[in-house]
């Protein structure tokens, strides 16, 4: 299939709606980027990268990251990790306090905030050094030694972030945080402030179409039954409330950040990773999940 073809031809389709949407200017840092972007990068499980416009250039990935410290926690933790946390759609906001409180300080899922906050803890925990953790397996996986944190969106996020500061107060206080709340919440948004490209993220998740094998490496991850359930979780739980209409346009199971990215998996046979900063009203790229849709229309190959 001419990969290379169809995402020229996907972002050429794109353009009228470029500049369409918001940029997440509740974190001031992301508000400064132009919503006039884009780029796309499909790398097969074979190593063959296939990209369009601006694919080389690093932006705030946010949410996706918490992929790499899911994966970081499930190593560690394997299924004893959902002792503390769920694995169903939040049906509401991914920085609901009503909904923790709710549910006993027991997240809805991974993928939220609390439930990234979460994830933070395990690696805190067993990690002397987390950020560093975080780092060097996020290098590792996408073979650039040069992806770095951004800090001035970290700060820009620690700043503005208020509601995460609560959230993680609620989750010590039903005992769901197990080390500082400061310790946590720096973790936390540096990682949500790695700057990568779509080049590194596509090459990075080619783990998740490969069975839990990193290909980079020469290294298994995790199990294929591993690999399996955080494929099912980013199908379920990715895309903030977009869900379902997400599968239903794309069909593929998928991760966004409010930095404009989605990173996308067909298992077996390629990660996709595309750029936009403008969001629809979920809080994903609107000319990214329109790009992954016509990838899958255009190639006919989706999970279903």
């Known amino acids: 299939m001419d990969y ?19 940029v997440a200017d509740y974190i001031p840092a992301l508000g400064k980027i132009s919503p006039a972007k884009f780029g796309m990068a499909l790398h097969d499980i074979d190593g063959t990268v296939f990209q369009t416009g601006e694919s080389s250039i690093p932006f ?4 996706i990251s918490k992929l790499f410290t899911l994966t970081m926690a499930f190593q560690i933790e394997g299924d004893a990790l959902w002792d503390r946390l769920g694995r169903e759609p939040s049906g509401n906001a991914f920085n609901s306090l009503i909904q923790l409180e709710h549910e006993n300080g027991i997240p809805r899922n991974p993928f939220i905030n609390a439930g990234a906050l979460v994830l933070a803890d395990v690696i805190v925990s067993n990690s002397s050094d987390p950020k560093r953790a975080i780092l060097e397996f996020v290098r590792k996986l996408c073979g650039n030694v040069k992806v770095e944190y951004d800090p001035v969106v970290a700060r820009s996020e620690r700043e503005w972030g208020d509601r995460n500061s609560a959230l993680a107060h609620f989750l010590k206080s039903f005992g769901n945080l197990r080390n500082s709340v400061d310790a946590v919440l720096d973790t936390y948004v540096h990682h949500c402030a790695l700057s990568m490209s779509c080049t590194d993220l596509s090459r990075a998740f080619r783990y998740l179409a490969h069975g839990g094998y990193n290909p980079n490496s020469g290294e298994r991850l995790m199990s294929e039954s591993q690999t399996k359930r955080i494929n099912a979780l980013m199908l379920t739980c990715g895309v903030y409330d977009a869900a379902g209409d997400f599968a239903y346009r794309v069909g593929l199971p998928g991760k966004s950040g409010v930095g404009g990215g989605i990173v996308a998996i067909m298992p ?15 809080g994903n790229s609107l000319v990214g999940t329109l790009a992954l849709e016509l990838l899958t229309t255009k190639t006919g190959v989706s999970i279903f």
């Open 4 to 22: 290379k073809q169809i995402l020229t031809t996907i972002e050429d389709e794109v353009q009228p709606y470029i500049g369409e949407g918001k």
């Open 60 to 63: 705030s990935i946010q949410s």
């Open 268 to 282: 077996g046979t390629w990660s996709t990773a595309v750029w936009s900063p403008a969001l629809n009203d979920q």
